[in-house]
């Protein structure tokens, strides 16, 4: 059974930041380019990072590049988002998911970023 | 950046009517790597369709896909009590960004 565990997420001030983790199992990890995708309170779902099975090739959404960084340990079948410079927009629900179409989804973690 | 619209914005229907959403991309896709998701409140979305027309596993087969290029179609054809909930369009196509459309709301009329 496919299950991925997002944690890492809680309140952080304007300018501060957080790293994200994503626990996964039950599929070969190494396989499988990983996402994170996000969701901001009562909207839709915007997708965020990308990094490629072996972690070499990595993409951004214009709205975190420069700021977010995303890498993973495949020997942990761990998903991390180092997420620096945060800005009130950043609040949201933070999943991670595999391939390209995502067919499996975390429960999510909740980022809020306030003074 | 492939933009996707989604219409209509929200329809309000009765259990046992048919449901069409559509999808629109600002240029083709390719190879129609476009996906559906289905998500009710407080839970994460749900994969219902993918390359287009692909059911994912354990899918009703009320639930239809088709389109190709830049224009898609996600069809319920007779909603269940469990269909109302918000519809997004994803379009993975090459290489990241993928992107995500509004979504389309189907309420219980």
């Known amino acids: 059974e496919v299950q991925l565990l997002e944690s890492g997420g809680g309140l952080a001030q304007p300018g501060g930041s957080l790293r994200l983790s994503c626990a996964a199992s039950?599929?070969?990890?190494?396989?499988?380019?990983m996402n994170w995708v996000r969701q901001a309170p009562g909207k839709g779902l915007e997708w965020v990072s990308t990094?490629?099975?072996?972690?070499?090739?990595?993409y951004y959404a214009d709205s975190v590049k420069g700021r977010f960084t995303i890498s993973r340990d495949n020997s942990k079948n761990t998903l991390y988002l180092q997420m620096n410079r945060l800005r009130a927009e950043d609040t949201a629900i933070y999943y991670c998911?595999?391939?390209?179409?995502?067919?499996?989804w975390g429960q999510g973690t909740l980022v809020t970023v306030s003074s | 950046e492939i933009v996707l619209t989604q219409s209509p914005g929200t329809v309000s229907l009765s259990p046992g009517e048919r449901a069409t959403l559509s999808c629109r991309a600002s240029r083709n896709v390719g190879i129609s790597y476009l996906a559906w998701y289905q998500q009710k409140p407080g839970q994460a979305p749900r994969l219902l369709i993918y390359g287009a027309s692909n059911r994912a596993t354990g899918i009703p087969d009320r639930f239809s896909g088709t389109g190709s290029g830049t224009d898609f179609t996600l069809t319920i054809s007779r909603l269940e009590p469990e269909d109302f909930a918000v519809y997004y369009c994803q379009q993975y196509g090459s290489s990241p960004p993928f992107t995500f459309g509004p979504g389309t709301t189907v309420a219980i009329k």
């Open positions: 990094i490629s099975g072996g972690g070499d090739t990595t």
């Open positions: 039950g599929f070969t990890f190494t396989t499988y380019a």
């Open positions: 998911a595999p391939k390209y179409y995502f067919d499996y």
